[in-house]
């Protein structure tokens, strides 16, 4: 049996097993390359999985059967409504097995949230968060529709005019994902800012908006392209002093330099594998340099590009330059942090990419920095096209500094925007925090 052979003989027997665990943040190629030896690459292993899901008469198999599901634990809120339980099981399940199998009432509680920790080849520990409806909404939706059905003439309801359906998947488009101002870092304490933050809350929060944002976005549209943008301050310091570019010092930082750098890789190489395992999607991934972290940002940029050099699909834009720019189609935006006077950007804009502005109808510039959301609309003479200024809201909460300065109430939260070719933006997730 030759390698190849080899190779393909493991991924088909533990084809359930890979296929679900790709669907999660932390999967790699490279572990599946490991467990089956013989020295081959994360990249050849993953090219044979694409050729073996290529061939149409694979069958996927099943999720999760209900015997497999293992109770482990439960509690219940009386005073918010809330219950959750935890169990164990080979495969992550859909909402459906999940209230299916525990015989959830639906009319009285809805899932909020379902966690769950991965280990490639192991079980999974699966986290349920119930919530109870409003006892004005706890109604049985079916029994009221069939009893409008049934009091009603049904051809009223038959339209005059048949309507032909868009089908979204038809088109392709690029999927801009803002995750501005992670601040890895940054140490903050519940109860004197409202919100626990440290390095491994960082990373479990990105993840988690990440996840949700590009899901989101292939559930809907044809992507072709995921364009991640971490809008500068990636990282909360620049270096051992544990101070910003300009020198101010920051007390509540969260471990040694050496961990947060070696973080903030493992935070984008996990989340830039999870997006280029999504078949026939590009990912681009911009490095823009904050105030907090000009130089260890631009150092994070180039271990990534050493780190995926070989990666066809995977391009890193990691140049010294402030401002970034990409077009797709009709549209063009500018991506930079943000600590700056903002208002002469759109002529800045022009005056760098004279032939991005002069050839696109859309052009948008999206900042960060301010950690809050907002939006200015600069028109030209014709009142037509004009260039749309945004800035970005943050993923991490208040530290002590801002929280005793006032700066507090602003949403945590990332957005994915959908770019179709001729028409621009046409769609928008949002992912807000919750604590």
Known sequence: ??????????????????????????????????????????????????????????????????????????????????????????????????????????????????????????????????????????????????????????????PSVTQKQTDSKNTKTSVLLNLSDLHVGKLAWDKETGSDYDVDLAKQVFLEALNNLANQSIRCFNVEEFVLNIGGDFLHTNGSNNSTANGTIMNDVDSRYQKIFTKGLEILTTAIDFLSSFEDVKVKVFIVQGNHDLATSFYLGESLKAFYRKDKNVEIVNDPHIRKYHKYGVSTYMLTHGDCKDDGLPLTFATEKPDYFANSIYRYIFLGHLHKSSRKVYLTENEVNGVVSRRLNSLSPTDAWHNANNYVGAKRMANALVFDKQNGQIAEFNYIVKK
């Open 1 to 158: 049996m030759n390698l190849k052979q080899q190779v393909d003989k493991y991924l088909l027997e533990n084809y359930e097993t890979i296929n679900v665990a790709k669907e999660t943040p932390t999967f790699r190629w490279k572990e599946v390359a490991d467990k089956i030896g013989k020295s081959i690459g994360s990249e050849y292993c993953r090219n044979r999985w694409r050729k073996i899901t290529g061939n149409k008469t694979v069958t996927i198999p099943p999720t999760v059967s209900p015997e497999k599901f293992s109770y482990t634990s439960g509690k219940e809120d009386k005073n918010s409504g809330t219950k959750e339980f935890t169990f164990t099981a080979d495969n992550i399940p859909s909402d459906q097995e999940i209230i299916d199998h525990f015989k959830i009432d639906t009319i009285k509680y809805r899932i909020n949230q379902i966690y769950h920790k991965t280990s490639f080849g192991g079980k999974y520990a699966i986290t349920v968060s119930l919530l109870s409806n409003k006892p004005e909404f706890a109604v049985d939706y079916k029994k009221e529709f069939q009893d409008f059905l049934d009091s009603y003439n049904l051809k009223k309801l038959s």
